[in-house]
T-cell receptor
Framework: QKEVEQNSGPLSVPEGAIASLNCTYS??????FFWYRQYSGKSPELIMF????GDKEDGRFTAQLNKASQYVSLLIRDSQPSDSATYLC??????????FGKGTRLSVIA | DTGVSQDPRHKITKRGQNVTFRCDPI?????LYWYRQTLGQGPEFLTY????????KSRLLSDRFSAERPKGSFSTLEIQRTEQGDSAMYLC?????????????FGPGTRLTVT
């Protein structure tokens, strides 16, 4: 059974702070790692993906991958109230269907 | 690139009725995935297609569920004899075959309520 674990939160951070979201996965054969943002009542929106160990930065977002520890994280710098959403970690192997965590609810307090 | 579209966006049906949902993937995307999401959970995989071939079905997909992708374009997901436990958001995603082949992009979803 392939599993992806996330802390359900809520994670509350003040506006302008760094939000740190974490995810662990069980399948060592996983090759592709994704972060989706989901606003209440909406569908998931892809915001970051990472395939190699290390860091990947895109604007205010940084994804970090450590395959040895089976650990993925997402950092959001200069957090804004509009970042308040549920963040879903998803893991795959090539073009296989993704396995999702339950998501972490982030609340950015103005 | 108009994105993934799904129809209808909302469906309310009575228990025992059949429902059908449609998904139009991003053009040129050859892979199409169906997921189901309930409140407080992440999306759960149901089935997926590469072109018109259905490659995998989840154990979640009971005999009441059937999916098709004729001609490798749009896809339909049918649920026969709906049950209250079928109430969920049904999500469709697509991915391509180029250098960004692994990334899946979701449509807006179809919210099903079975009364």
């Amino acid at each position: 059974q392939k599993e992806v674990e996330q802390n359900s939160g809520p994670l509350s951070v003040p506006e302008g702070a760094i939000a740190s979201l974490n995810c662990t996965y069980s399948d060592r054969g996983s090759q592709s790692f994704f972060w989706y943002r989901q606003y209440s009542g909406k569908s998931p929106e892809l915001i970051m993906f990472i395939y190699s160990n290390g860091d990947k930065e895109d604007g205010r977002f940084t994804a970090q991958l450590n395959k040895a520890s089976q650990y993925v994280s997402l950092l959001i710098r200069d957090s804004q109230p509009s970042d308040s959403a549920t963040y879903l970690c998803a893991v795959g192997a090539g073009n296989t269907p993704l396995v999702f965590g339950k998501g972490t609810r982030l609340s950015v307090i103005a | 690139d108009t994105g993934v579209s799904q129809d209808p966006r909302h469906k309310i049906t009575k228990r025992g009725q059949n429902v059908t949902f449609r998904c139009d993937p991003i053009s040129e995307h050859n892979r199409l995935y169906w997921y189901r999401q309930t409140l407080g959970q992440g999306p759960e995989f149901l089935t997926y297609f590469q072109n018109e071939a259905q490659l995998e079905k989840s154990r979640l997909l009971s005999d009441r569920f059937s999916a098709e992708r004729p001609k490798g374009s749009f896809s339909t997901l049918e649920i026969q004899r709906t049950e209250q436990g079928d109430s969920a958001m049904y999500l469709c995603a697509s991915s391509g075959e180029d250098g960004r082949a692994y990334e899946q992009y979701f449509g807006p979803g179809t919210r099903l309520t079975v009364t």
